[in-house]
């Protein structure tokens, strides 16, 4: 059984920067990938980021670009979102998703999924 733990959320002023991790834990295989998603009230849960967890490539949905920096530490089975400038948008809910064998954009690419942890920016 693998467990997917996020932390690091909470209330935020728009501008402002925000770390959170996603500890793994529980069954140990090599992740081929792990991601971060977001669903916002009423809406539909988005992809964020995502990283192989060997080579550390990184792909961004357009939003994140420029502002999130994903990262991983593979020794500690843990995964990073660096937020920064935030703006009331990203409020939602993030996700931290893991993939025994996909590197994609898509939530159906993933295995494991982490409860969330709230990110609230105000205005």
């Known amino acids: 059984q693998v467990q997917l733990v996020e932390s690091g959320g909470g209330l935020v002023q728009a501008g402002a920067s925000l770390r959170l991790s996603c500890a793994a834990s529980?069954?140990?295989?090599?992740?081929?990938?792990m991601a971060w998603f977001r669903q916002a009230p009423g809406k539909e849960r988005e992809f964020v980021a995502t990283i192989k967890w060997t080579g550390g490539d990184t792909y961004y949905a357009d939003p994140a670009k420029g502002r999130f920096t994903i990262s991983r530490d593979n020794a500690k089975n843990t995964l990073y979102l660096q937020m920064s400038s935030l703006e009331p948008e990203d409020t939602a809910v993030y996700y931290c998703?893991?993939?025994?064998?996909?590197?994609?954009?898509?939530?159906?690419?993933?295995?494991?999924w982490g409860r969330g942890t709230q990110v609230t920016v105000s205005s």
């Open positions: 529980g069954r140990t295989f090599t992740y081929y990938a």
């Open positions: 998703a893991a993939s025994r064998s996909s590197y994609t954009s898509r939530a159906e690419g993933y295995n494991y």
